[in-house]
């Protein structure tokens, strides 16, 4: 009962943060209601097998469609898989199962005004916006999140630092919870490289040396690790409290 209680307190906290950034204050409960229904749905016993089927075909729908925006935006090549697509492709050759619903993408802070317009057509195209996430410290946004069907996409945008002796780095925050507290995940990323890649029916862009990448968040990529947990990403420099 404790758990359940300081988890639903966590979840509570991070909504209500997520209300106090401008840019949520347009959205209607019943687009964050509406996606919280399709996930229980799924879950239910005799109905939960189809919902999940029909999910899954919606979900590689929805990836289609971005995919094509990408292209018509002329911004395919500057959008890049990250997270569970891009180990999905590289260890299986297919999307993972338990990532079904959640794409992760990743855009240069420097294209703000291209993929403002590219985010523009993504609603457009039946996508809705969801949460945006700003970072504590420096007030900018750092994840947009839209919906489609019962699907999260969420984009995470790259702000090139300098890091000392290291150079140039790509600095990223993810927003989650550690216990009852909001906390923003700082990670950075080194400079990367980038080409085209075949998955799902369509052409995309990932990271050159993405096993080193790879390497870098999760350990033994290789391997499927159930007991993997998100402060084990090895990218993460620093967790601060999301105020």
């Known amino acids: 009962m404790q758990r359940f209680v300081t988890r639903h307190a966590a979840r509570f906290r991070r909504f209500k943060r997520l209300l106090a950034v401008p840019e949520n204050r347009k959205i209607k409960p019943a687009t964050a209601l509406g996606f919280l229904v399709q996930?229980?749905?799924?879950?239910?016993?005799?109905?939960?097998?189809?919902a999940r089927r029909t999910h899954s075909d919606e979900f590689l729908d929805g990836l289609h469609i971005l995919n094509d925006t990408l292209e018509s935006c002329g911004l395919r090549d500057r959008c890049w898989l990250w997270g569970g697509l891009l180990l999905g492709w590289a260890r299986e050759g297919r999307i993972l199962p338990h990532?079904?619903?959640?794409?992760?993408f990743c855009y240069a802070s420097s294209d703000d005004q291209v993929f403002d317009s590219f985010f523009a057509e993504l609603e457009r195209r039946g996508y809705r916006r969801w949460f945006v996430y700003r970072s504590s410290t420096s007030g900018e946004i750092s994840e947009r999140v839209f919906l489609r069907k019962g699907s999260k996409f969420e984009f995470f945008r790259m702000t090139e630092v300098s890091d000392g002796d290291a150079g140039k780095v790509l600095q990223f925050s993810v927003f989650t919870n550690i216990g009852s507290a909001p906390v923003e995940?700082?990670?950075?990323?080194?400079?990367?490289?980038?080409?085209?890649v075949d998955f799902i029916d369509r052409t995309w862009t990932k990271p050159a040396d993405h096993a080193a990448l790879l390497e870098l968040h999760y350990g033994d990529w290789r391997t499927p690790d159930p007991n993997w947990?998100?402060?084990?990403?090895?990218?993460?420099?620093?967790?601060?409290?999301?105020?």
């Open 39 to 50: 996930r229980i749905t799924m879950r239910l016993p005799v109905v939960g097998a189809r």
């Open 99 to 104: 990532d079904v619903g959640d794409a992760d």
């Open 185 to 196: 995940c700082v990670g950075q990323l080194p400079e990367q490289k980038f080409e085209p």
């Open 229 to 243: 947990d998100f402060r084990s990403d090895g990218t993460y420099v620093s967790f601060r409290p999301w105020l």
